[in-house]
C-alpha cells in the first residue's frame, strides 16, 4: 500500500512537494489543504481533493503524513505542534536559532498524540546540518566552513523593499570564489563576513526615487549589508521580471581537519549543491523523509526528530540488501 | 566511563585506529592485538598491551569494540564474523562485489553472540555510500557519478608489479578534469571508463630489462590498463621511495537529478574528499562508528550493520540537545 501524503499550503513549497510525491513510485498524494477557499486552488493532480483545513481532522485515519509547507516565520511554529497531535507530520522549519524551542513544542505534542513529527527537513538545515554532523564526528580536530549561493535571499530582498525610493529588488548572497578555493587548498583561513559572501543587489526605482540616496542606504544596512561588498544595478521592472524570477540556489560545506601523530595530515570534506529550483529540491527533501517518517511510526516510535535522527536506509523505498548490493 | 576500544592488527589502519581513539575524549584504548609476536610490536600509546590474538576470548569483558585492522581480500573475510560473535566488531571490508555474503556471514554470528557487527566502514564503501543513498533518494530521477583519486591503487600497482622486468612501481588513478566539469555543469554526460579516469605509473626496472616491452605490457594489460589513457614512467628505486611513498587519495560523488512538472530543473549534488592520508582517513570514520557501534549495542540491538543503518547523532559524543543546538 502507497504512503499516503497530505500538504498543507500550497505555495511553492506544497507545488514542490506534489511534484515530488508524483515522482515516488511508493506514495500518493491524497489530498491538500489550504486556508484559502479550495475552489480558487488549482493542483497539479487529477482526482486529488483541496480541502480547507477547517476540516483536516476529518482526514486522520486517511493520511499517513502531513507535509507542512507553511513559512518559519509564523506558521510552522503554530501549525507543527497543532497538526502534530493528531498526524505524523514534517516541516522545512529553518530558523536556526529557534530550532531548539520549536523541537520541544513539537516533542510534547507528537508524544501526545502518538505520533512522529519532524522538523527542519531541507538542505539547510537539513543535508548541510547532515555534512556537518558526519564531518565533524570524523575529524574532530578542524574548522567548518559554509557558504551559501548563488541564490537569492529573501531576508536580503525584503530589507532592500522597505527603503525609501524602492519599487522591488532581489538580491544575489554570491560565495567569494577565493575563500573556496583557499578552504579547499587546505590553508584554514580565518574569514570575515566580508571574506566569504559578495552582495549582488537588482533594484527598480519608484519614479523620482534618488538613485544614489538609494544605492547608499543600502550599502550602510547595517546586519544586512554593511559588513559585505555590496554592488547595486538599478533596472527596470521589466528586466526584473525576465531575467530575476528564478528560483536558483546552493552552496558549500567544508571540514577541514587534521590527523596524525603530530597532527601532519591535512583533510579536506566537501560537498556542495547547485540547484535550479530551491523550493523544487527542498521538497524533494522533504519527500524522501516524509518516507522516513512513515517507517519511524510504523515502528513505533513519537515525538520530535530531526535529520540526524534517521538511519540513511530510511529515506529508500529499496530493501536493505538492494541497497547494499547496489549503493553501498 | 569512556569506551574501550580493541584493535586487531597493527599495520596502517591499526596505528590510524590509535591515532583516531586518542584524539577522542570518551574513547580509550584497551589493547593491541597482533598474529606476531608482540615483544617485536612497538605502539605509540603508553602503558597499553599488545596482546597475541590467541589470547583475545580473555579479554571478552574488557573491550567495548573491537576494530578490525585487516585486509578484505584474506583477513576479513574470516575475522569479522569469527570476532563478531565474541565482540561488537567493526571492520573496512571494502571488495563491493563480496559485501551481501560478508554481511550475511558476520550477521548469523553476530546475531549468535547477542553483538553488534558492523562491516564496510570507511570513505568508498562508507562515506561515498552513503552520499549515493542520500542523493538517490533525493533525487530518483538522476544519474550517479563516482570519481576516484587523485591517489596510489594498490591492485594497480601490483598488477604492475607481476610485469616481467619490473622490480617495484606504484600507480595513480586519476579522474579526467573535463569530465568532472561535465558533470558539475548538468551535462549529464554518458562517460566511458577512458573518459574518466587516467593512470599514471612509476615503474623502477630490473637491471637489463626493456623499457619499451614493459611499457607495451603494461598498458595493454586486459581490465587494468587498456582501457585507460596510461602513463608510463622509469625511474629509479630511490625516486619511488623519495617520492611517491605518500597515502594521499581522495574522489568525488555526484548526482545530477531532475525535477519539475516537465522535469525542467536540473540540480547537481557534488561530494569530495581530499585526503593526506587514505589509513588515517579511513581510521577517523571506523572510530567514529565505533561509537555508533557502541551505542546501537547498549540499546540491544544486535546482528550486522552498515553506514546506512546509522543514524547520524550516532557518531557523536555530544547530546540531541547539543547537535541540534550548534550542528543542525
Redesign the interface.
Known amino acids: 500500500m502507497k504512503t499516503r501524503i497530505g500538504i498543507l499550503g500550497y505555495g511553492n513549497l506544497g507545488r ?1 512537494t506534489e ?2 510525491v508524483a ?2 513510485d511508493d506514495m500518493e498524494l491524497a489530498a491538500v489543504f489550504t486556508r484559502r477557499d479550495p475552489a480558487g486552488v488549482k493542483i ?1 493532480t487529477q482526482g486529488v481533493p483541496v480541502v480547507n483545513v477547517s476540516e483536516i481532522e476529518n482526514w486522520k485515519d486517511k493520511i499517513d503524513v502531513l507535509v507542512l509547507c507553511g513559512g518559519s516565520a509564523t506558521d510552522l511554529p503554530v501549525q507543527t505542534p497543532k497538526y502534530a497531535e493528531l498526524f505524523n507530520v514534517i516541516d522545512s522549519f529553518d530558523t ?1 536559532a529557534r ?2 524551542e520549536h ?1 520541544a513544542n513539537v516533542d510534547a505534542a507528537a508524544k501526545k498524540g502518538g505520533k512522529v513529527g519532524m522538523i ?1 527537513v531541507g538542505w539547510d ?1 537539513g ?1 548541510f ?2 555534512n ?3 564531518a ?6 578542524g574548522k567548518d566552513y559554509t557558504f551559501w549561493g548563488k541564490g537569492v535571499s529573501q531576508g536580503h530582498s525584503d530589507a532592500i523593499r522597505r527603503v525609501k525610493g524602492v519599487r522591488n529588488a532581489k538580491q544575489y548572497t554570491i560565495p567569494v570564489e577565493s575563500a573556496l578555493e583557499s578552504v ?1 587548498n ?1 590553508e584554514n583561513p580565518e574569514l570575515t563576513t566580508r571574506q566569504k559572501h559578495l552582495r549582488e543587489c537588482f533594484v527598480v526605482l519608484e519614479d523620482g526615487a534618488d538613485a544614489a540616496q538609494v544605492e547608499k542606504e543600502i550599502k550602510e544596512m547595517p546586519n544586512y549589508f554593511a559588513d559585505y561588498d555590496t554592488t547595486v544595478h538599478f533596472i527596470s521592472e521589466e528586466e526584473l521580471l525576465r531575467d530575476h524570477a528564478g528560483m536558483a540556489h546552493g552552496g558549500f560545506v567544508f571540514r577541514s581537519g587534521r ?3 603530530n597532527k ?14 530551491n523550493p ?2 527542498t521538497t ?2 522533504l519527500v ?1 523523509y516524509a ?1 522516513a517518517v512513515k517507517r519511524m511510526a510504523d515502528e513505533g516510535m513519537t515525538g520530535a526528530k ?8 530510511y ?2 523505498s529499496q530493501s ?2 538492494e ?3 547496489h ?2
Chains 1, 2 share one sequence.
Open positions: 514542490g511534484i515530488a515522482a515516488a497539479l536556526h530550532i531548539p523541537f527542519s538545515p543535508l546540518s547532515l556537518r554532523v558526519y565533524n564526528a570524523i575529524l574532530p580536530d579547499r587546505g590527523t596524525g601523530v601532519e595530515n591535512n583533510h579536506i570534506i566537501e560537498y556542495s549543491l547547485k540547484l535550479d529550483s523544487e529540491f524533494s527533501v524522501a518516507r530531526t535529520v540526524l535522527d534517521v538511519p540513511p536506509a529515506l529508500c536493505g540488501d541497497l547494499r548490493a549503493l553501498l
